[in-house]
């Protein structure tokens, strides 16, 4: 399923599907939890998944104690909505993301 992008403002549509992809994810590791205990949750996206990881970082959909972003970028509007994790951003100078990461380390450094 695909649930973001980076050329503009999420749409309400996008905005749902997004919240719904994170409440599922809640209750699948709220499972998890029930089975084998509380241990520290990370987060890599990469990719399509980066933008993912981007939404869940920016928006505080759910809590992880780091999250790493691999050759992703923004997805607008791109601010902070609650506690954030500790992020760690990724790319290479041959990476065609690169442009993109790099607006989005700008934009995160905006927000602090």
């Not at 933008?51 to 970082?57: E, G, P």
């Given at each position: ?83 954030k994790a500790p ?12 442009p993109e990461m790099l ?10």
């Open positions: 399923m695909w649930i973001c992008g980076s050329d503009g403002p999420a749409s309400s549509s996008t905005t749902t599907q997004v919240w719904r992809a994170s409440h599922a994810w809640s209750a699948s590791l709220a499972e998890a939890e029930k089975r084998i205990g509380k241990v520290p949750r990370y987060l890599l996206g990469f990719s399509n998944g980066a933008y993912f990881a981007t939404l869940i970082a920016t928006r505080a959909l759910l809590s992880f104690e780091a999250i790493a972003i691999v050759s992703g970028g923004p997805v607008q509007p791109t601010r902070a909505l609650g506690p992020l760690l951003l990724v790319t290479a100078d041959d990476d065609g993301a690169q607006r989005l380390e700008s934009e995160l450094k905006r927000e602090a």
